[in-house]
């Protein structure tokens, strides 16, 4: 089983529907982050969480929000999607060390029409 | 800001060489080097952290200047298995002399290996 499950894997909707992509893991890490991948501009951060009660905004937060219902689970939302946030959205995790690595789930392919 | 990653792409014949580099206007904590192959997870290579430092395992290796801000990543006699995409994360030194928060990726070198 993955380390780092992201569901759904693809996901096809419309413009203005609220959308919910969760992440789980196993790895029992502190730190978990949702990143968004557009084609030749890398991976950029939306949100991050240090802990349950710890949540951060990252560079390109609008528009998204994330809850952290346990330190196992983070989820990300489009409250109401729009089709510029068609994107891979990936979740990452890591220990609580900063020199530690981060582990991504597959990602989760959303397209928003 | 975004660290700056060149080439944009490379491609190689098997067994050649190729240095990707990655460049911060921002003092640098630590560099960490990704690779993604097509529509799958980005996999973690190295991390390589302030005071100047050079690692590797097998055939890659990376350094990190920490007066230039530039780190870059070695692949040597490249094999088919080197194709994807390279990321370098970059983790900013706060005013406090620590890291920042989550790491600030390149847009990517595109590394090609044919027979």
């Known amino acids: 089983d993955a380390d780092v499950t992201q569901t759904p894997r693809n996901r096809i909707t419309k413009t203005g529907k609220r959308i919910m992509l969760e992440c789980s893991q196993t790895?029992?890490?502190?730190?978990m982050y949702w990143y968004r991948q557009d084609p030749g501009l890398g991976l950029r951060l939306i949100y991050y969480?240090?802990?349950?009660?710890?949540?951060n905004k990252g560079e390109i937060s609008d528009g998204y929000s994330v809850s952290r219902q346990a330190q196992a689970k983070f989820s990300l939302s489009l409250e109401s999607a729009i089709p510029n946030q068609t994107a891979l959205y990936f979740c990452?995790?890591?220990?609580?060390?900063?020199?530690?690595?981060?582990?991504f789930g597959d990602g989760t392919r959303l397209s928003i029409l | 800001q975004q660290p700056v990653q060149s080439p944009q792409a490379v491609i190689l014949r098997e067994g050649e060489d190729a240095v990707i580099n990655c460049s911060s206007s921002?003092?640098?904590?630590?560099v960490h080097w990704y690779r993604q192959k097509h529509g799958e997870a980005p996999v973690f290579l190295m991390i390589?952290?302030?005071?100047?430092e050079q690692k590797g395992h097998d055939k890659i290796s990376a350094s990190f200047n920490e007066k230039k801000q530039q780190s870059s990543l070695y692949l040597t006699a490249s094999q088919l298995s080197y194709s994807g995409t390279y990321f370098c994360?970059?983790?900013?030194?706060?005013?406090?002399?620590?890291?920042?928060?989550?790491?600030?990726f390149g847009k990517g070198t595109h590394l090609i290996i044919q027979p």
């Open positions: 990452a995790t890591s220990d609580m060390d900063r020199n530690q690595p981060q582990h």
């Open positions: 790895k029992g890490h502190d730190r």
């Open positions: 969480s240090f802990d349950v009660k710890d949540i």
């Open positions: 921002k003092a640098l904590y630590s």
């Open positions: 390589l952290l302030k005071g100047g």
């Open positions: 994360g970059t983790d900013f030194i706060q005013y406090s002399g620590g890291g920042a928060d989550g790491l600030t």
